[in-house]
C-alpha cells in the first residue's frame, strides 16, 4: 500500500492582482521509497510539501481531490488531529537549521521536547533515546551537544541534529525540503547520506525537495520534474540522464561541468507550452 | 493619460516619475479611511486660506450683550463665548494657527531628528557616541515639561511655542533614523555605492535618507496628533499663543472657567483639536502603506 | 594586473579578535580569469573586500596594474579601474533606486559624459532591454538584477571586476546565462576576473586558474587542465573536487 496519495492537489493565493496559482494539480503517490521533486524558486515545489502538511498560511489556498495517509484523508482532520499528524506521522526538514532551531533551548532539551510531545515516557527515557538519535545522526560526542544551544554548532551539525529531531518520534513520511542548501559541498553528501540511512533503516518515505538535480539523483529513487506548479515530467532518478522532457533536458545541459568543457554554456529557452501540457 | 502613465517601459524620466506617483496614488486611494483623513486635512487647509471669506464674524469683536449664547444661535452658529465672540469664527482662523504650528514642527522636527540620527548612525565612533548622549538628554525629560522650560526662558509666544516643542520632539526621530542607518550601513548596495567613489555626504543624503524617509513621514503623521495637542497644552496653560489671538487651545483654557453651565465653549475647539489628530493619524496610516517600497508602483 | 602578496585580514580587535585571511599571495595577469575556491568562513570573500577597501583591517602589499593600493585611500581613479559584483543580487541595488537612477548615478560619479545615451548602451551591453530602464529592483527577476548589478560595475569602464559568488543565488538556468554573459563581456571588453566561488564546476568553467582555500589559508595553487584531470595535491581540495564530479556522474552519463 502506498504511505500517501495525493490527488489533483492545487495551491493558490488571493492577491491584489488577481489569483496567483503555485500549484496546479498535481498527483502523485509515495511509497516505501525516496521521490525527489525537482524545480526552479517559483516552481511550487516547496509549497507541494507545505500543502501536504497544511502549513499554507492565508492568503494561500490548499484544495485536492485526495490528500491520503496510509488510506486516511488527511482533508477531513481537523487543526488539531493535524497537529498529531505533524511530527508524529509525517515529518519536515526546513531549509536552514538556524531558523528552525529555538535559539533559547539546548539541543537536548528541543530533541526531548519533539520525542516527548509524541510519547508518554519519562525524562529519563526521552534523554537516553535523544541521545541514541544524535549518535545516530554520526554526532560524535552527544553528551556535550546535547548541553549546547543551536549558535554553538556549525551549519552541517544543526541539519543533521533538525534531522534526528525530526525522526525521534519515528514518523512514516520525512519531507526534506532543500535540507542541505545552505550547508557546504563537502557537508552536504554526509548529511544526506545520514539521512538516508536511517529512512531506509526504518522504511520510511521520503520526499525529498531541491533545486539541485545531481543531488536529488543520487539520493531519490523516483523524480518528480515540476515547472511552473505542475509535474512536467516523472522518471526514474538512475535514468534521469534519459529524461525526454525538454525542461529537464535544459537543466541539466545548463549546469558546467568539470569534466565536459564548452565555450558556452546551453540556455534555457523557456516554451510557454511546458506551463500548460503535463 | 491613464495608459501613458502606467506605461510599462517609460520613455523618459519625467513619465517613469509622474506614473510611479500615480500608482502610488491609485493604492492610496484603495485607502478609505486614509481618503477621509486627507479629505479633513485638505478642508482643513482650505479653512485656513479662506478664513477672512468664510468666517462669519470678525473673531475678535467682542459684544458682551450676546455672550456664552448656546449652539444654534441665530447669527452664532456655534455659540460665542465669554466675551461674546464667535467661536465658529474663532474656531476657523484657529485653523492658521494650527496649520502654523503644525507645519514648523513637522519642517524643524523631523529634519533635525533625521541628521542627527544619520550621521550618527553612517560615522560611528565617538561622532555617534556624543550625539546619541545628547539625544538621551532630550528624552531623559518628560516632554511638556522641557517645553515648559524652554518657554519659560525663550518667552511666551506662537513662534517660541513652536520652538519649543520642535526641540523636544526630535530625539526619538534621531534614534529611529540611527537605527535604521545601522541596518543599512552594512548593506552590498551600500558597499556597492562605495566602490563607485561615494563620498560619505552623497551616502547618506542620496542613498540613507530615501530610505528612513517613509518610515520617518508615517512616524510623524502619526506623532502630529500629540504634536497639535502639546501645542494646544501649551496654549492651555497660557504659553502658547497670546489673547486674544484665536488658538484651540487658548480657547478651551478660556472655556474651562464655564465648562460646567456653558459646555461648548470648551467642548467645540476640543472636537476641531480631536478631529485633526484623528485625520493626521489616518492619514499617517494610508502612507504607510504606499511608501512602502515593494507596494509603491509594483502595478 | 592584481598582485597579492603575503595578506593577512582580520576582524575586531582585543578579545574578539579573529584572523580571517592569513599570508595569502597571488597573482592574475591582464586579461587573465582567476578564481578563489573555498568553503563559508575560508577567507574567500574577504580577500575581495579587503581589495577594495571594504574590510578595513589588513596588511600586506596589493598592486593593481603596477600601482600599489594603500590601506585606507582609494582615489577614483583605483575605483574606475576596479569594480565588484556582490553575491546577493536582492541585497546589493538599492531598494528605492530605478535603474535608471543606479546607472546614471555611477555614471556621474566616473565623470562620464553623455549619459542619457550611455545609460540605455549599458543595459544592452548586459542584454536588458530598454525598457527595464525606469523599472525598480523589486520589478526584476534575481538575473535580471544581477544584469543590473553587472552593469554598474561596468560602468566605469573597469579592467579589473572582482566576483563574489556572482551565480550562487540563482538558478541553474539563469546562472548559465550570466556565466555566458561575464564570459562575453571578458571576450569584448579584454576584463580581468577574479572569481570567488564555492562551486568547483562554475570556477572551473569561467577560470583559467585558481586557489584553493582552507580556513584562511591559500592551500594550493591549480590550473583549470589540472583540476578538470583532478590532479590535485593536497588532500583538501582532493576532497573538494571529488564532492564536484560525484555531483556530474548524472551529468557525464547524459553524453
Known amino acids: ?278 | 493619460m491613464r495608459a501613458w502613465l502606467l506605461s510599462d517601459a517609460p520613455a523618459s524620466r519625467r513619465q517613469a516619475r509622474l506614473g510611479r506617483l500615480y500608482a502610488g496614488w491609485l493604492t492610496f486611494r484603495g485607502n478609505t479611511l486614509a481618503m477621509v483623513g486627507l479629505a479633513i486635512l485638505a478642508a482643513l487647509v482650505l479653512c485656513a486660506a479662506a478664513a477672512p471669506w468664510i468666517a462669519p464674524q470678525d473673531p475678535y469683536a467682542q459684544d458682551l450683550a450676546m455672550r456664552l449664547k448656546p449652539i444654534g444661535t441665530p447669527g452664532h452658529l456655534l455659540g460665542t463665548d465669554s466675551l461674546g465672540r464667535d467661536i465658529l469664527s474663532r474656531l476657523i482662523w484657529g485653523s492658521r494657527t494650527t496649520l502654523y504650528i503644525v507645519t514648523l514642527v513637522a519642517l524643524i522636527a523631523p529634519v533635525v531628528g533625521l541628521l542627527v540620527g544619520t550621521v550618527a548612525g553612517y560615522a560611528g565612533g565617538v561622532w555617534d557616541a556624543v550625539l546619541m548622549r545628547i539625544t538621551d538628554i532630550f528624552l531623559a525629560f518628560p516632554r511638556l515639561v522641557l517645553a515648559l522650560a524652554f518657554v519659560a526662558a525663550l518667552g511666551a509666544g506662537i513662534e517660541n511655542a513652536v520652538l519649543a516643542i520642535s526641540l523636544t520632539a526630535w530625539p526619538p526621530y534621531a534614534r529611529m533614523a540611527r537605527a535604521e542607518t545601522l541596518t543599512i550601513r552594512n548593506s552590498d548596495f551600500i558597499s556597492a555605492i562605495r566602490l563607485q567613489g561615494a563620498g560619505p555626504v552623497r551616502i547618506i543624503t542620496q542613498h540613507i535618507w530615501p530610505l528612513c524617509l517613509s518610515s520617518l513621514i508615517v512616524r510623524v503623521t502619526l506623532d502630529m496628533a500629540g504634536i497639535i495637542l502639546a501645542a494646544a497644552g501649551l496654549g492651555f496653560l497660557g504659553l502658547g499663543a497670546q489673547p486674544p489671538s484665536p488658538e484651540w487651545g487658548a480657547m478651551i483654557s478660556e472655556g474651562r472657567r464655564f465648562i460646567l453651565d456653558h459646555w461648548w465653549v470648551a467642548t467645540v475647539p476640543g472636537l476641531a483639536i480631536f478631529t485633526v489628530s484623528l485625520a493626521f493619524n489616518l492619514l499617517g496610516d494610508g502612507l504607510r502603506d504606499v511608501l512602502d517600497p515593494k507596494s509603491g508602483g509594483s502595478k | 594586473m592584481l598582485e597579492v602578496d603575503g595578506m593577512n585580514v582580520w576582524f575586531g580587535a582585543g578579545a574578539t579578535h579573529v584572523d580571517a585571511v592569513q599570508g595569502a599571495s597571488f597573482f592574475v595577469g591582464r586579461g587573465e580569469s582567476f578564481g578563489l575556491v573555498g568553503e563559508s568562513g575560508s577567507g574567500k570573500s574577504t580577500i575581495l573586500r579587503a581589495i577594495t577597501g571594504l574590510a578595513p583591517g589588513w596588511s600586506g602589499r596589493v598592486e593593481v596594474d603596477g600601482k600599489p593600493v594603500y590601506r585606507d585611500r582609494r582615489d577614483r581613479a583605483f575605483h574606475k579601474r576596479v569594480q565588484m559584483v556582490f553575491q546577493d543580487p536582492y541585497a546589493s541595488l538599492h531598494p528605492r533606486h530605478s535603474v535608471d537612477r543606479v546607472l546614471s548615478e555611477t555614471l556621474r560619479l566616473h565623470g562620464m559624459d553623455a549619459i542619457d545615451r550611455r545609460v540605455p548602451q549599458l543595459l544592452e551591453d548586459v542584454g536588458l532591454g530598454p525598457k527595464f530602464r525606469f523599472r525598480y529592483p523589486h520589478q526584476l527577476s534575481g538575473g535580471q538584477r544581477q544584469r543590473v548589478a553587472i552593469a554598474r560595475a561596468l560602468a566605469g569602464e573597469p579592467e579589473l571586476l572582482l566576483l563574489d559568488e556572482p551565480t550562487s543565488a540563482l538558478d541553474v538556468s539563469v546562472q548559465a546565462e550570466i556565466l555566458n554573459l561575464l564570459a562575453d563581456l571578458r571576450g569584448e571588453r579584454g576584463l580581468t576576473y577574479v572569481m570567488v566561488s564555492h562551486d568547483l564546476a562554475v570556477v572551473g568553467h569561467l577560470c583559467q586558474r585558481l586557489a584553493v582555500m582552507q580556513s584562511g589559508r591559500i592551500v594550493e595553487m591549480l590550473d583549470v587542465e589540472q583540476l578538470r584531470r583532478g590532479r590535485a595535491e593536497h588532500p583538501y581540495s582532493r576532497a573538494l573536487i571529488a564532492a564536484s564530479v560525484s555531483g556530474g556522474r548524472t551529468a557525464r552519463a547524459a553524453e
Open chain 1, 1 to 278: 500500500m502506498s504511505l500517501l496519495d495525493v490527488e489533483n492537489l492545487r495551491v493558490s493565493f488571493d492577491t491584489s492582482q488577481g489569483v496567483v496559482e503555485a500549484v496546479r494539480g498535481i498527483s502523485f503517490s509515495l511509497g516505501q521509497e525516496r521521490l525527489g521533486i525537482v524545480g526552479e524558486s517559483g516552481s511550487g515545489k516547496s509549497m507541494t510539501g507545505r500543502a501536504i502538511l497544511r502549513l499554507v498560511r492565508p492568503p494561500g489556498r490548499v484544495e485536492a481531490d485526495r490528500i491520503a495517509l496510509e488510506g486516511q484523508d488527511l482533508q477531513s482532520l481537523g487543526e488539531r488531529q493535524m497537529r498529531k499528524v505533524r511530527g508524529r506521522r509525517i515529518s519536515m526538514v526546513m531549509q536552514d537549521p538556524k531558523f528552525s532551531l529555538n535559539p533559547v533551548m539546548t539541543v537536548g532539551e528541543q530533541i526531548m521536547e519533539a520525542y516527548l510531545l509524541h510519547a508518554r515516557d519519562s525524562r529519563r527515557a526521552a534523554r537516553r533515546k535523544a541521545l541514541e538519535m544524535l549518535e545516530a545522526v554520526a554526532i560524535r560526542d552527544p553528551e556535550r551537544v546535547m548541553k549546547a544551544y543551536p549558535h554553538e554548532v556549525s551549519g552541517g551539525m544543526g541539519q543533521r541534529i533538525m534531522i534526528a529531531m525530526m525522526l525521534i518520534p519515528d514518523p512514516r513520511i520525512l519531507i526534506a525540503d532543500e535540507p542541505t542548501s545552505a550547508l557546504d559541498v563537502s557537508v552536504q553528501r554526509k548529511v544526506l547520506s545520514i539521512m538516508d540511512g536511517l529512512v531506509r533503516d526504518r522504511g520510511m518515505g521520503l520526499i525529498f525537495i531541491s533545486h539541485d538535480l545531481n543531488l536529488v539523483s543520487e539520493f531519490c529513487d523516483r523524480v518528480l520534474i515540476m515547472y511552473a506548479g505542475r509535474i512536467v515530467e516523472t522518471c526514474d532518478a538512475a535514468r534521469l540522464h534519459e529524461a525526454r522532457h525538454p525542461y529537464t533536458r535544459g537543466l541539466l545541459n545548463s549546469l558546467p561541468r568539470l569534466d565536459a568543457p564548452r565555450a558556452r554554456l546551453e540556455v534555457l529557452a523557456r516554451d510557454p507550452a511546458w506551463a500548460e501540457g503535463g
